[in-house]
């Protein structure tokens, strides 16, 4: 360690425009000292904190801190005085030391001298509390509302989930609505959501956030007398004496605020019951008056997250000829249970699913199922799998329509409400692999858009044939690639019908491609076309796209 030490005096001892003032000293296995860092005609003081993994980051925590307390007003200074700095790697402690510092005099030009403001919303800094050891959790919805300072009611909420993080207990509620004068103002959730047992609390808006120092939430509800509406004040109050009588551990209190023209936030406040921060102040007069206020109370502040549909898909929506498209998926086996599963995670709004088999424990190995969900309709299983990753899709399920719809076919009738059935959706996507059904549906001559995807033996091709004509492109490309008659297909001990041989992994990347191609011709505004995916053998993989 000493020689460490040595070592940061010497590298920051050589940086221009730096001077130590309080020697760098071993604490533990912490380096401690103290800087005056010059840029331009500003000088300010920073004591220094290096920990034991610096050069490396520990837990995504940058392992040296600047701190200077008398700076908390500017932008990106956290509660304790240190700078939030974002510096790049370097291995080397001398280099990464030279980086780091140079990344504090970038944050004292720009924001102490230059008084730059960031072009993207910064939130402010709230302090977390757990309540009887358990950290609260909620998640909302952008609404459509036009919310005023001063409004304020009641709320309906549910609970999610609990679980841990970091080894505490944590409950997740998400909102489901509020009511603002005599208006219910729903969150964008699915049907599922809506459906989950509610709770009541209470929520008040203001024309910003309660702060101190420009970015650090007030800890105190006596701050807040004067801030909240003398209403919302009063409806506190009341609404602890009709709890009293009630068995309930806190109720929970949104405080909203606009972080921009059209987008607002909400913060969570929890109020455990015996301890509401409020009192009745009498104020002596003429005549005495009764008024109630807030108490010099900690404020018990939770954690929210905004889940509106394009925060939520921020980092991953597909084009909006996908996700605003009506889809139904036939067949969801390996392959489609994989472009569900992949159309969901990706912004899609609306999947629909048809199959009439149920999952058995071997189709968990190549396909998005779980085996400690025992045997079920595939239908089924699948369609909690995407209410469970999505809160924005709407499912629906049917096992009948493939076997119907070649029951039927030489009825004029049947014709027509299978015709109108698949004209329903905007996209029909076919991963059946029955070149059966792949005919009839193509006869229908459909309105909608259908794409027919089946996967060769050992997943050396990939088949992406599309309408007009898809069923003669589907045989074509079959007999261009010899393989209308399969051998060495998987067929256990049993009365099996033989499928073909291919792992999760050789199966999920061709589907991935496939769709990949889909979404950007889509996004090229050009129309879909035939092609097949061929992968290599041997070690050196590579998958060759060939439209036909």
Not at 379 to 385: F, K, M, P, S, T
Not at 398 to 406: A, E, L, R, S, Y
Not at 415 to 442: P, S, W
């Given at each position: 360690?000493?020689?460490?030490?040595?070592?940061?005096?010497?590298?920051?001892?050589?940086?221009?425009?730096?001077?130590?003032?309080?020697?760098?000293?071993?604490?533990?296995?912490?380096?401690?000292?103290?800087?005056?860092?010059?840029?331009?005609?500003?000088?300010?003081?920073?004591?220094?904190?290096?920990?034991?993994?610096?050069?490396?980051?520990?837990?995504?925590?940058?392992?040296?801190?600047?701190?200077?307390?008398?700076?908390?007003?500017?932008?990106?200074?956290?509660?304790?005085?240190?700078?939030?700095?974002?510096?790049?790697?370097?291995?080397?402690?001398?280099?990464?030391?030279?980086?780091?510092?140079?990344?504090?005099?970038?944050?004292?030009?720009?924001?102490?001298?230059?008084?730059?403001?960031?072009?993207?919303?910064?939130?402010?800094?709230?302090?977390?509390?757990?309540?009887?050891?358990?950290?609260?959790?909620?998640?909302?919805?952008?609404?459509?509302?036009?919310?005023?300072?001063?409004?304020?009611?009641?709320?309906?909420?549910?609970?999610?989930?609990?679980g841990k993080v970091k080894g505490i207990r944590t409950a997740t509620y998400i909102l489901q609505s509020i009511k603002v004068k005599g208006e219910d103002v729903e969150c964008k959730w699915n049907?599922?959501?809506?459906?989950?047992?509610?709770?009541?609390?209470?929520?008040?808006?203001?024309?910003?956030?309660?702060?101190?120092?420009?970015?650090?939430?007030?800890?105190?509800?006596?701050?807040?007398?004067?801030?909240?509406?003398?209403?919302?004040?009063?409806?506190?109050?009341?609404?602890?004496?009709?709890?009293?009588?009630?068995?309930?551990?806190?109720?929970?209190?949104?405080?909203?605020?606009?972080?921009?023209?059209?987008?607002?936030?909400?913060?969570?406040?929890?109020?455990?019951?015996?301890?509401?921060?409020?009192?009745?102040?009498?104020?002596?007069?003429?005549?005495?008056?009764?008024?109630?206020?807030?108490?010099?109370?900690?404020?018990?502040?939770?954690?929210?997250?905004?889940?509106?549909?394009?925060?939520?898909?921020?980092?991953?929506?597909?084009?909006?000829?996908?996700?605003?498209?009506?889809?139904?998926?036939?067949?969801?086996?390996?392959?489609?249970?994989?472009?569900?599963?992949?159309?969901?995670?990706?912004?899609?709004?609306?999947?629909?699913?048809?199959?009439?088999?149920?999952?058995?424990?071997?189709?968990?190995?190549?396909?998005?199922?779980?085996?400690?969900?025992?045997?079920?309709?595939?239908?089924?299983?699948?369609?909690?799998?995407?209410?469970?990753?999505?809160?924005?899709?709407?499912?629906?399920?049917?096992?009948?329509?493939?076997?119907?719809?070649?029951?039927?076919?030489?009825?004029?009738?049947?014709?027509?409400?299978?015709?109108?059935?698949?004209?329903?959706?905007?996209?029909?996507?076919?991963?059946?692999?029955?070149?059966?059904?792949?005919?009839?549906?193509?006869?229908?001559?459909?309105?909608?858009?259908?794409?027919?995807?089946?996967?060769?033996?050992?997943?050396?091709?990939?088949?992406?044939?599309?309408?007009?004509?898809?069923?003669?492109?589907?045989?074509?490309?079959?007999?261009?690639?010899?393989?209308?008659?399969?051998?060495?297909?998987?067929?256990?001990?049993?009365?099996?019908?033989?499928?073909?041989?291919?792992?999760?992994?050789?199966?999920?990347?061709?589907?991935?491609?496939?769709?990949?191609?889909?979404?950007?011709?889509?996004?090229?505004?050009?129309?879909?076309?035939?092609?097949?995916?061929?992968?290599?053998?041997?070690?050196?993989?590579?998958?060759?796209?060939?439209?036909?």
């Amino acid at each position: 360690m000493k020689e460490r030490l040595q070592q940061i005096v010497s590298v920051v001892g050589s940086i221009e425009n730096v001077t130590i003032i309080e020697p760098f000293t071993i604490d533990n296995t912490t380096v401690k000292g103290s800087l005056e860092v010059t840029v331009g005609d500003r000088k300010e003081n920073f004591t220094v904190f290096i920990e034991r993994p610096y050069p490396a980051q520990f837990h995504n925590m940058e392992t040296i801190r600047f701190l200077n307390k008398d700076l908390i007003i500017y932008d990106h200074v956290n509660a304790d005085g240190s700078i939030c700095i974002h510096t790049s790697h370097h291995p080397s402690l001398m280099e990464k030391l030279h980086i780091d510092i140079a990344s504090l005099k970038a944050w004292m030009q720009k924001y102490l001298i230059d008084q730059s403001a960031d072009s993207h919303y910064e939130h402010v800094i709230t302090p977390m509390v757990a309540v009887s050891g358990i950290r609260q959790v909620m998640l909302f919805t952008d609404l459509n509302h036009v919310f005023k300072p001063g409004d304020h009611g009641t709320i309906n909420y549910s609970l999610l989930a609990e679980g841990k993080v970091k080894g505490i207990r944590t409950a997740t509620y998400i909102l489901q609505s509020i009511k603002v004068k005599g208006e219910d103002v729903e969150c964008k959730w699915n049907k599922g959501y809506k459906a989950l047992h509610p709770h009541q609390g209470m929520f008040v808006f203001l024309e910003g956030p309660p702060v101190k120092n420009k970015r650090f939430m007030v800890e105190d509800w006596d701050d807040l007398n004067g801030v909240l509406p003398q209403d919302f004040v009063d409806l506190l109050a009341a609404t602890e004496r009709s709890l009293r009588q009630q068995n309930y551990l806190k109720i929970s209190v949104l405080l909203g605020y606009p972080i921009s023209d059209n987008e607002i936030h909400w913060q969570l406040i929890n109020v455990e019951k015996g301890n509401f921060p409020v009192f009745v102040d009498k104020i002596a007069g003429a005549r005495t008056i009764h008024i109630t206020r807030l108490k010099k109370q900690q404020i018990l502040w939770g954690d929210t997250k905004n889940c509106s549909y394009e925060y939520f898909f921020g980092r991953g929506l597909l084009d909006s000829k996908l996700t605003d498209s009506k889809i139904l998926i036939i067949g969801i086996g390996a392959i489609g249970s994989m472009v569900a599963q992949t159309l969901c995670r990706g912004g899609c709004k609306k999947i629909d699913l048809v199959d009439y088999d149920a999952k058995e424990p071997g189709n968990v190995c190549r396909s998005e199922y779980q085996f400690s969900t025992g045997v079920n309709d595939k239908v089924d299983e699948l369609r909690v799998q995407l209410n469970d990753i999505s809160p924005f899709i709407e499912t629906a399920g049917n096992v009948m329509i493939t076997d119907g719809v070649k029951f039927l076919w030489e009825d004029l009738d049947g014709q027509k409400f299978f015709r109108e059935y698949f004209n329903g959706y905007d996209l029909v996507i076919d991963c059946t692999a029955d070149n059966d059904l792949a005919h009839l549906i193509d006869r229908l001559e459909l309105d909608a858009n259908v794409v027919n995807l089946s996967i060769t033996n050992h997943a050396q091709e990939l088949i992406c044939a599309v309408n007009p004509n898809l069923y003669m492109s589907l045989v074509h490309v079959l007999k261009l690639l010899n393989k209308e008659v399969e051998e060495d297909l998987y067929n256990p001990t049993g009365c099996w019908n033989p499928t073909f041989r291919a792992g999760y992994n050789d199966i999920s990347v061709l589907v991935q491609y496939a769709i990949k191609q889909i979404n950007l011709t889509l996004m090229s505004a050009k129309p879909l076309r035939s092609f097949y995916l061929s992968a290599s053998e041997g070690n050196d993989f590579q998958i060759k796209s060939i439209t036909f």
